[in-house]
């Protein structure tokens, strides 16, 4: 059911009143029954899915592999310097300063940003939204 059907089943069942509906049924279409919750809520997700799919073709086209595995590097490269910048402040043996404990903040919500990017462009690419060069469709 598309999104100009589930709205034409609300006008039919009178829960949009607009200009357009006509104030007289036609005998030709019999009135279509309300949608279950699980109904809707399928009908939503469709909608959104369609949505995500035609927003990415506007922002993303078609995926190079160079482009994941360069977000991979930079994942792999931030992680490291977290870790090592938080063996050298353990290893000063001294409190951690103000300054070193906001440059922490700073590596692992970068990671945290990237790594849920990561998530979304993988859920992405498993559901076909997007297209990858030289990967096929299943």
């Not at 991979?72 to 402040?89: C, E, N, Q, S």
């Amino acid at each position: 059911m598309s999104v100009i059907d589930f709205i034409a089943v609300r006008r039919r069942n009178g829960d949009v009143k607009t200009e357009s509906t006509p104030a007289v049924a036609t005998k030709t279409r019999a009135p279509a029954a309300p949608l279950t919750a699980s109904q809707f809520s399928r009908h939503i997700s469709h909608i959104i899915e369609d949505e995500m799919r035609r927003s990415l073709k506007r922002h993303v086209e078609v995926i190079d592999p160079r482009e994941m595995i360069d977000l991979a590097k930079m994942v792999a490269d931030l992680k490291a310097k977290y870790i090592g910048t938080t063996l050298a402040i353990a290893s000063n043996r001294q409190p951690i300063t103000d300054s070193e404990l906001e440059q922490l903040k700073t590596f692992r919500i970068k990671i945290q940003e990237l790594e849920a990017a990561h998530n979304e462009l993988n859920e992405a690419i498993a559901a076909q939204l997007v297209e990858v060069r030289g990967v096929i469709k299943e």
